[in-house]
């Protein structure tokens, strides 16, 4: 039996400008997209497209403030808070989706289209954000194993 410590991780913030652009950002793009294309086709009505693309954008954006990634957590903290958001982002979704079809009279069909593809590209689009703390923190681990060990 060994009397090692853990190796303490390094505090970090997450960069607040990247999470609260690229999550909300691509699923406003994926509405307009949307909603363009049901105005400019006439295959649907295009509100439905806008408002399934303004709903999630809302739910991102919310859960994003809601999370604080401006205050540093350690690395085991990140991972809880981080897998709290993409479930919060995930029922944020939903609720708004039905809120804007029930608001809107909004067609199903396309806002529930738009909202799960804009949920999913949005949150492709903040794994790139929250990976670009990941340099900082490889680095901060590395210099804490090192000193761990001399």
Not at 109 to 133: D, I, R, Y
């Amino acid at each position: 039996m060994t009397d090692e410590q853990p190796v303490a991780l390094p505090r970090f913030a997450l960069p607040l400008g990247s999470w609260l652009v690229w999550g909300p950002g691509a699923a406003l793009l994926i509405g307009v997209v949307s909603g363009g294309v049901g105005f400019g086709f006439g295959v649907y009505d295009g509100l439905s497209g806008f408002a399934g693309g303004g709903a999630v954008c809302a739910a991102f954006f919310t859960v994003a403030l809601a999370v604080l990634p401006w205050r540093e957590r350690d690395a085991r903290a990140w991972m809880g808070w981080l897998f709290a958001a993409q479930m919060g982002t995930l029922l944020g979704t939903v609720l708004a989706c039905v809120v804007a079809w029930r608001a809107l009279g909004a067609e199903i069909g396309p806002l529930g289209f738009t909202g799960a593809a804009a949920f999913l590209v949005g949150q492709v689009c903040q794994t790139f954000a929250f990976s670009s703390a990941d340099r900082a923190v490889r680095e901060a681990m590395g210099e804490a194993i090192e000193g761990e060990q001399a």
